[in-house]
């Protein structure tokens, strides 16, 4: 069976496609293929994992003037000729797009040329591409049941958020949560803005980290992904900060350790980071971003902050504050980790790669 995956950009799009990759192939013999950008993570990455790549060039068309309009639609029209060749070439079985601009063309390309297909929408709000392949009868697998409200006439399967296999394997045992949660030595953070980084978020922990009185900071374990950008001046404040524990990096591509090393963690509110964090009934102050397309982010967080799995912080200039009082009022009450952790409990979780894996084999 030939299989291209369409997509990425972000690890929020990319990484679900990568669950979704690894169940095929542990189950069926399988090629696979993989469309994306050259400034995406997927072509980082591209080395860890064992697909083909193929690059194509397009840009957002949502939210950008008329003359970056124009120049979105050329790219678009080169890309369907390329993606036109390549279908001819490799002739593929199924087509599964991540959500996104970037899977737009090879999915409308798969429409027309008759290849079954997919997309896979991770925010409860689909997106622009999403809601035109919806209109085109391709798949939606939903990670919420929101989702089908504003997909009424289109086909949506709701089938959650796929998670990695690695950060499946490494969900720890309630004993061991438990054990942590009772440790009143240090607490645990990790930081991480997803896999761009997040200028706002490391600026307003930094600030809420030197406001620390020093009975927090001696007790405090920081682990910081800080994205490119930012990895220089966030390093050297902890280097000249109260914090004596910490662990600063750009990017990892093997968060489940900093997953399972932390009591809780400060983060944007992606579909892929909360999926994860619901699979490692992980506690976690969410900081939606602010300027994400329908604040997705926000309506996202949303759904399980009000069932008490998070808390929720909006970010503006009150967010150092805000951050302040929620660590304080942590890690002094390490019960409300324990509060955050039932509720998770709550949540069912399923094998969502399984459940998409089997509809892309036929198997539902």
Not at 138 to 144: K, L, M, R
């Amino acid at each position: 069976m030939n299989l291209i995956i369409a997509g990425g950009g972000t690890g929020g799009h990319l990484f679900p496609g990568i669950a979704v990759y690894e169940k095929l192939k542990s189950i069926n013999d399988i090629k696979v293929y993989f469309i994306g950008t050259e400034k995406g993570i997927e072509n980082r990455l591209k080395d860890n994992y064992d697909f083909e790549f193929f690059k194509i060039n397009v840009k957002g068309f949502s939210g950008k003037s008329l003359m970056d309009k124009v120049a979105s639609l050329k790219g678009f029209i080169k890309a369907a000729r390329d993606i036109g060749a390549l279908y001819g070439k490799i002739k593929p079985d199924y087509v599964l797009g991540l959500g996104g601009y970037i899977s737009l063309m090879p999915l409308v390309t798969a429409r027309f040329g008759g290849i079954r297909s997919g997309v896979m929408e991770q925010n409860v709000v689909p997106g622009l591409s999403n809601k035109i392949l919806a209109l085109l009868g391709i798949t939606v697998f939903a990670s919420f049941e929101e989702t089908k409200k504003y997909l009424t006439f289109s086909k949506v399967i709701v089938t959650g958020n796929p998670v990695r296999q690695s950060i499946l394997e490494s969900v720890s045992t309630e004993t061991n949560e438990e054990k942590e949660f009772t440790d009143k030595n240090e607490l645990k953070i990790f930081v991480f803005g997803g896999s761009q980084g997040a200028s706002s978020l490391n600026k307003a922990v930094i600030n809420m980290l030197s406001l620390l009185d020093k009975e927090i900071s001696d007790r405090l374990v920081v682990y910081h992904q800080t994205g490119e950008h930012d990895l220089e001046s966030v390093k050297s404040f902890y280097d000249g900060s109260k914090i004596k524990k910490y662990d600063i990096f750009s990017f990892t591509d093997n968060i489940k350790k900093y997953y399972l090393s932390s009591d809780m963690v400060i983060c944007r509110a992606g579909a892929g980071t909360l999926s994860e964090l619901i699979a490692l009934r992980k506690p976690a102050v969410l900081v939606p971003y602010p300027f994400a397309a329908k604040n997705h982010q926000d309506k996202n967080a949303a759904v399980f902050s009000k069932k008490g799995c998070f808390y929720k912080i909006r970010d503006d200039e009150n967010l150092s504050k805000e951050l302040l009082q929620t660590t304080c009022k942590i890690f002094y009450n390490r019960k409300l980790l324990k509060y955050m952790y039932d509720n998770l409990k709550t949540i069912e979780t399923k094998d969502s790669a399984l459940k998409i894996a089997n509809v892309i084999l036929n198997r539902e």
